[in-house]
């Protein structure tokens, strides 16, 4: 299956700030997937990134505020905009594997665990 | 009504025995479901799918699936403390959606 690298770790940054998230993958893939997991809860999705168009935003979440790249089928960043406490949570990216008869399951990056202060 | 829905848990089980997980879902024309496995501090770990009702056995875990119910299960035959971790459903949407469960986290005590 895919393996995924993502950086930074971790970070804590000062509000009113920006912070680039990057996923490098070592293979092609059509999308990649955007999460947040705040603490003590499930992910939720941010955006689906493709490659040559612009990302799909779930709803809740905007362009201006989570700016993503996705320049070709192996790498994808996610900015975090102008950031407030609310945004301390664990972003990770995650890609699609093919487990066999069916629709894959998603293998994810080690995350990034943003701090907000 | 949550598309996927988790019992929080925690549910602390003793090494040995059966840890029963249970999830449902509100979307009937889902046909796709997962179940991972996620250690404190780590990431999602992919452990099990299931697409056909029934059951679906993979070592020490095996998946059930009652599509009429809207349910899935997973039950950890023979816990191990290190099956210590939050276990979280998922389950493709009818519009390829994949959605998470709030996840169930299992402690497996010696």
């Known amino acids: 299956s895919a393996v995924i690298s993502q950086k930074p770790s971790r970070d804590i940054c000062q509000r009113g700030t920006s912070l680039t998230i990057q996923c490098q993958v070592d293979s092609q893939v059509t999308m990649m997937f955007w999460y947040r997991q705040q603490p003590g809860q499930s992910l939720t999705l941010i955006a689906t990134a493709n490659q040559g168009s612009e990302a799909t935003y779930e709803s809740g979440f905007v362009i201006d505020k989570f700016p993503i790249s996705r320049p070709n089928l192996t790498f994808s960043t996610l900015t975090v905009s102008n950031m407030s406490p609310e945004d301390s949570s664990i972003y990770l990216c995650s890609v699609e594997v093919a487990i066999g008869q069916g629709p894959g399951g998603y293998t994810f990056g080690s995350g990034t665990r943003l701090t907000v202060v | 009504q949550k598309e996927v829905e988790q019992n929080s848990g925690p549910l602390s089980v003793p090494e040995g025995a059966i840890a029963s997980l249970n999830c449902t879902y509100s979307d009937r024309g889902s046909q796709s479901f997962f179940w991972y496995r996620q250690y404190s501090g780590k990431s999602p770990e992919l452990i099990m799918s299931i697409y056909s009702n029934g059951d679906k056995e993979d070592g020490r875990f095996t998946a059930q699936l009652n599509k009429a119910s809207q349910y899935v299960s997973l039950l950890i035959r023979d816990s191990q403390p290190s099956d210590s971790a939050t276990y979280l459903c998922?389950?493709?949407?009818?519009?390829?959606?994949?959605?998470f469960g709030a996840g169930t986290r299992l402690t497996v005590k010696p």
């Open positions: 998922a389950v493709i949407l009818t519009n390829n959606d994949m959605r």
